[in-house]
C-alpha cells in the first residue's frame, strides 16, 4: 500500500513566524514529490515541486526531501494570515509506461494567527 | 495564466442518473486526470489519460466510470448510474511532459 502520512494538526503560527509542515511516504520508488495548498472548498494549487535531495527554495517557501528518511516538509517564511489553507503532500510514483498519479496525505490545517 | 476549467461547479442528481462532468485541459497538456474529495477525506486518484486513452485507473474507477476526449479541447467524466456514495468533488488536472499537475476549480456532484 503506498501511503503519505501527514500531521493532521491543526498548525497554528503567529504571523511572521515560520510555519514547518512534515510528510512522510512509505514507497521507495517515488520520484517527485509536490506541496498543494487546498482552501476550503476549493480546489488544490500547486506551490511548490521538488525531485532531488536537499532544499529548494521559491520565495517565500522552501520544500526539503530527504528519501533516506522518505520525509518531504515544506517551510513557509513571514506566515501570513492568508496562508491559512490545509497543505496537501503529494507523491508522484512513477508507473509502467507513461502513465503518472498523485497519491495524497489527508493533509494539515494551518491557522495564521494576526 | 492558463487554466484548467470544469464544468458545472455543481450539480444535483438522483440516485440511479448518468452524470457527465466536462474539462477543458490546458492547452498543450498531455496527460488528463480525475480525482475526487469526498468532503473531509483525500483526495484520491480516479484515472489518468494520455495518447487518446486511459493509461491508468485506480479501484474506484469501476464499470460505471467512463472517460472520453470527443473532440480537441474537451474531457468528460461519465457516471452511468449515480449512487450516494459517488457525493463528492471531482476535480479535472492536466500535465504537461512533466509531471507536475494542476487542477481545475472541480464540480461538486451531490447525489440525492
Known amino acids: 500500500q503506498k501511503e503519505v502520512e501527514q500531521n493532521s494538526g491543526p498548525l497554528s503560527v503567529p504571523e511572521g513566524a515560520i510555519a514547518s509542515l512534515n510528510c512522510t511516504y512509505s514507497?521507495?520508488?517515488?520520484?517527485?514529490f509536490f506541496w498543494y495548498r487546498q482552501y476550503s472548498g476549493k480546489s488544490p494549487e500547486l506551490i511548490m515541486f521538488?525531485?532531488?535531495?536537499g532544499d529548494k527554495e521559491d520565495g517565500r517557501f522552501t520544500a526539503q526531501l530527504n528519501k533516506a528518511s522518505q520525509y518531504v516538509s515544506l517551510l513557509i517564511r513571514d506566515s501570513q494570515p492568508s496562508d491559512s489553507a490545509t497543505y496537501l503532500c503529494?507523491?508522484?510514483?512513477?508507473?509502467?509506461?507513461?502513465?503518472?498519479?498523485?497519491?495524497f496525505g489527508s493533509g494539515t490545517q494551518l491557522t495564521v494567527l494576526p | 495564466e492558463p487554466e484548467v476549467t470544469q464544468t458545472p461547479s455543481h450539480q444535483v442528481t438522483q440516485m440511479g442518473q448518468e452524470v457527465i462532468l466536462r474539462c477543458v485541459p490546458i492547452?498543450?497538456?498531455?496527460?488528463f486526470y480525475w480525482y475526487r474529495q469526498i468532503l473531509g477525506q483525500k483526495v484520491e486518484f480516479l484515472v489518468s489519460?494520455?495518447?487518446?486513452?486511459?493509461?491508468?485507473k485506480s479501484e474506484i474507477f469501476d464499470d460505471q466510470f467512463s472517460v472520453e476526449r470527443p473532440d480537441g479541447s474537451n474531457f468528460t467524466l461519465k457516471i452511468r448510474s449515480t449512487k450516494l456514495e459517488d457525493s463528492a468533488m471531482y476535480f479535472c488536472a492536466s500535465s504537461p511532459q512533466s509531471d507536475t499537475i494542476y487542477f481545475g476549480e472541480g464540480s461538486w456532484l451531490t447525489v440525492v
Open positions: 489519460f494520455y495518447n487518446n486513452e486511459i493509461s491508468e
Open positions: 503529494a507523491v508522484n510514483i512513477l508507473s509502467s509506461g507513461s502513465a503518472r498519479q498523485l497519491t
Open positions: 514507497d521507495r520508488g517515488s520520484q517527485s
Open positions: 521538488i525531485y532531488s535531495n
Open positions: 492547452s498543450n497538456h498531455l496527460y
